[in-house]
């Protein structure tokens, strides 16, 4: 009886060190892997900074202005300049930049072709 307890013991010692074993190698892997991913996350910060540091230069307001006024030919005008009260047309009249501007706004507008009506879908559930 002591013998087949002995063997079980011995037997279970063993399947113990082999779990520790298992578990250590385990905790080797996992931990050769976290570095891998830390140093990876490293990187990637830097490279987060190097196209933040490249954003803040290529969104400069100065730089687009420049961009703007030599390719695109698009002057720095005054807001003023573009729009004012004045040139809006007062009710009734004809707009002061002539031309044919909106004078009169409707909600109805004229059908084209009678024949063409709006259809509305209802879908229940």
Request: hydrophobic share 45%; aromatic share 4%; proline share 5%.
């Amino acid at each position: 009886m002591i013998r087949i307890l002995n063997f079980f013991c011995f037997a279970l010692t063993g399947f113990a060190c082999l779990a520790l074993y298992h578990v250590s190698e385990e905790t080797r892997v996992a931990r050769v892997q976290l570095s891998i991913v830390e140093k990876g996350i490293t990187g990637e910060r830097d490279a987060m900074k190097v196209l933040q540091a490249d954003w803040e230069r290529v969104s400069e307001p100065g730089r687009i202005q420049t961009l703007a006024a030599t390719r695109l030919g698009l002057a720095d005008t005054p807001t003023v300049a573009l729009a004012s009260l004045e040139l809006l047309p007062r009710r009734g009249q004809a707009s002061p930049l002539g031309g044919n501007g909106l004078n009169t706004a409707s909600t109805e507008a004229p059908v084209a072709d009678p024949h063409l009506h709006l259809v509305v879908a209802h879908v229940s559930n």
